[in-house]
């Protein structure tokens, strides 16, 4: 909120008013002739977590490439705080350091230290000065309890440890949205529960976050909305505490009893 603004304008800027922070209209991909995401249309309001649900090959991780300019698309728009996502490279750069993505493998690289794989983006892409990115590092590192990493290298880093620093590299570009795939998937299951928490925590600070997982009570905890897709199309769009109690399609209850 603008500091200026007055309160009661603010009270009545709510949700529904206000230009979501991302709008999908009428997405489609296609690799070929196979259509990955067909009709896709959502939109994300600020400080909200959207949890994307669905089998193996439903198009969640397509999706959520599509998002992040990673893919071009077939048809329909993305919007970011109302530019559209499918810009020339010079404007989706810009665009880029302002959506955070984390994957599955933690992309970490291996030559560089902890330290300096976090201020690579914001020092060379977002030429930010050194001495002002360190101290937000040094914080971040602290919160998830890495300080005493700051100068080791990934190889001594558990995989846990390492997502966290791939979310906390992510975070220190100052991110308004957050694109989580799977990122506790190749994690040992003791390792789960630090990294879900971490994504917890940005939740109730109102970080705006589109989450893919499998870990289900973490989804039923932290969904505002949950899409569910199945063949490229979003079969449900529910509030997370509707779609975990009462699905309303056969597929999505299914889906759940297959999870559980
Ligand atoms: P999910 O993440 O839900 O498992 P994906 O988005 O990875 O699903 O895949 C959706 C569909 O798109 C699958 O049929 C997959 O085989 C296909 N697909 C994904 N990436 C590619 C690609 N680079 N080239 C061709 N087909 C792809
Ligand atoms: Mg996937």
Redesign the pocket.
């Given at each position: 909120m603008a500091e200026n603004e007055n309160p009661a304008t603010a009270a009545n800027s709510n949700a529904a008013t206000e230009t979501p922070l991302l709008s999908v209209k009428h997405l489609r991909k296609a690799y070929g002739d196979h259509e990955v995401l067909k009709d896709i249309s959502f939109d994300v309001p600020r400080g909200k977590v959207f949890v994307l649900l669905g089998p193996?090959g439903s198009g969640?991780?397509?999706l959520?490439r599509c998002l992040n300019g990673l893919e071009t698309i077939q048809g329909g728009t993305i919007e970011f705080k109302g530019r559209p996502v499918s810009g020339t490279e010079k404007e989706w750069r810009k665009l880029r350091t302002e959506i955070g993505m984390v994957f599955?493998s933690y992309d970490l690289f291996p030559n560089l230290t902890v330290a300096q794989n976090i201020l690579l983006g914001p020092t060379k892409v977002q030429k930010r000065d050194k001495s002002e990115v360190e101290p937000q590092m040094d914080r971040l590192l602290a919160d998830v309890q890495l300080s005493e990493y700051r100068n080791a290298y990934p190889r001594e880093l558990s995989g846990g440890q390492k997502q966290r620093i791939a979310i906390v590299r992510a975070l220190t570009m100052n991110p308004e949205l957050m694109l989580f795939?799977?990122v506790t998937a190749s994690l040992d299951p003791e390792m789960v529960r630090e990294v879900l928490e971490l994504m917890l925590r940005l939740a109730k600070e109102h970080m705006t976050m589109i989450v893919?997982t499998h870990e289900m009570e973490f989804a039923r905890r932290v969904a505002d909305t949950v899409l569910f897709l199945e063949n490229g199309v979003i079969l449900e769009r529910q509030s997370g505490e509707d779609f975990f109690t009462h699905p309303a399609t056969d597929r999505a209850r299914s889906f759940l009893d297959s999870m559980s």
């Open positions: 193996s969640k991780s397509t959520i599955q795939d799977e893919v």
